[in-house]
């Protein structure tokens, strides 16, 4: 998976996976918005429809949930991880794939019937120790891209994880 330079001698980066996190892991926070819109239009029974002002608050709730994960996104280059996020002001992440030190993949089995799952890096950067990428598509495939690109980054740059052991557990390193 060697990547050409480009014109200017450069390495090129190009797209390898773009995606969002799924809907589905705020089931139970648009189950409680239900429950409260339900709540709201049966004591607008009793309150001859006053009570249905209170249908504003689940919606208003329900819609900002849904829109922050929506602007919440991730694309996987040859040579980064981005991570934009924001709904009126945007933050832009990004972690140099050489930096990834340990990932692991993991399917609660909530998240597993809906063909989901989620992706935790262990990384050497200081301002994002670990990132996590939550309820995704095929999180397999996605994980076996994120291992090759981070093997391809690190032996284009030349750079090895080199993990150093306290034995005595003193915090000091003894000969």
């Given at each position: 998976m060697s990547t050409p330079p480009?014109?200017?001698?450069t390495i090129s980066e190009t797209t390898l996976w773009k995606g969002h996190t799924s809907q589905w892991v705020h089931f139970w926070y648009y189950l409680f918005c239900i429950v409260l819109a339900i709540g709201c239009l049966a004591g607008a029974v009793v309150t001859a429809g006053?009570?249905?002002?209170?249908?504003v608050v689940p919606l208003l709730m329900w819609v900002i949930r849904w829109w922050a994960t929506k602007c919440t996104a991730y694309e996987l280059t040859t040579q980064r991880l981005k991570i934009s996020t924001g709904i009126l002001n945007k933050h832009l992440d990004e972690l140099e794939l050489f930096?990834?030190?340990d990932?692991?993949?993991t399917q609660p089995l909530f998240l597993r019937m809906m063909g989901l799952g989620?992706?935790?890096?262990v990384t050497s950067d200081i301002s994002t120790p670990t990132v996590s990428i939550k309820a995704i598509a095929q999180v397999e495939?996605?994980?076996e891209m994120l291992r090759t690109t981070v093997q391809t980054e690190r032996d284009r740059k030349r750079v090895r994880a080199f993990d150093?052991?306290?034995n005595d557990g003193d915090g000091m390193l003894h000969d």
């Open positions: 480009n014109s200017a001698g006053l009570a249905a002002i209170g249908l930096r990834v030190k990932y692991s993949m989620n992706l935790t890096m495939k996605v994980r150093v052991d306290d």
